[in-house]
């Protein structure tokens, strides 16, 4: 049960430069989510997904793009990449038995040039 | 203006310390509060409070939801060198969405 992973954990792009993070589940939850957390700022919410087939704007979606591919994969997309966009960036889903929580995957740390 | 405030930001002690870590809100309407330990990579989850005055345990970490003042606070007793980490309060706010608003975190550092 490997729970939440992604890939790549590490990437260094030069400007206007574009990537996809991937990130999947195995714990058949619905819901998942993308934050970037930048020193000082804390976690934020950039997409978010409800079910499979459906996506949100979370606080910070300008220069993002994501698909809900399936239910297990969520994937986010820098179409043209800034050094603003320099940051770690980290994929959850949700349990929503006993206890309605987030599991975080180990982060993917961005930085472009 | 940040809806979740931790302080202090960061804080140094010595094993064997007590420490309290603050977590304050100014969402009323949320479905719980939730604390999550990080150290070098991903959060990973501590407590989820719902009711103001029930104490949720674990070992050494207790934590408590005050829904009237608007606070939670995280308790580690005997502190120890593997306590380090950044210390993670958010509010899970969005309803069926589940969506949490973050805090900025305390950075706990003890020291042996």
């Known amino acids: 049960n490997a729970g939440v992973t992604q890939t790549p954990k590490f990437q260094v792009l030069k400007t206007g430069q574009s990537m996809t993070l991937q990130c999947a589940q195995d714990?058949?939850?619905?819901?998942m989510y993308w934050y970037r957390q930048d020193p000082g700022m804390g976690l934020r919410l950039i997409y978010y997904?409800?079910?499979?087939?459906?996506?949100d704007k979370g606080e910070v979606p300008n220069g993002y793009n994501v698909s809900r591919l399936n239910k297990r994969e969520f994937s986010l997309r820098l179409e043209s990449a800034a050094p603003s966009q320099t940051s770690v960036y980290f994929c959850?889903?949700?349990?929503?038995?006993?206890?309605?929580?987030?599991?975080f995957g180990p982060g993917t740390r961005l930085t472009v040039l | 203006e940040d809806k979740v405030v931790q302080s202090p930001l960061s804080l140094v002690v010595h094993e064997g310390d007590t420490v309290t870590l603050n977590c304050s809100y100014e969402?009323?309407?949320?479905?719980?509060l939730l604390w999550y330990k990080q150290e070098k990579k991903a959060p990973t989850f501590l407590f989820m409070l719902t009711s103001s005055g029930i104490e949720k345990k674990s070992g050494r970490l207790s934590s408590i939801l005050d829904k009237k003042e608007l606070f939670s606070i995280l308790n580690i007793t005997a502190t120890q060198t593997g306590d380090s980490a950044v210390y993670l309060c958010?509010?899970?706010?969005?309803?069926?969405?589940?969506?949490?608003?973050f805090g900025k975190g305390t950075k706990l550092s003890v020291k042996p």
């Open positions: 959850a889903s949700r349990s929503t038995g006993a206890t309605d929580t987030q599991y």
């Open positions: 969402v009323t309407n949320f479905r719980s």
């Open positions: 958010a509010l899970n706010y969005g309803g069926s969405q589940g969506n949490l608003i």
């Open positions: 714990m058949n939850h619905n819901s």
């Open positions: 997904s409800a079910s499979e087939g459906t996506t």
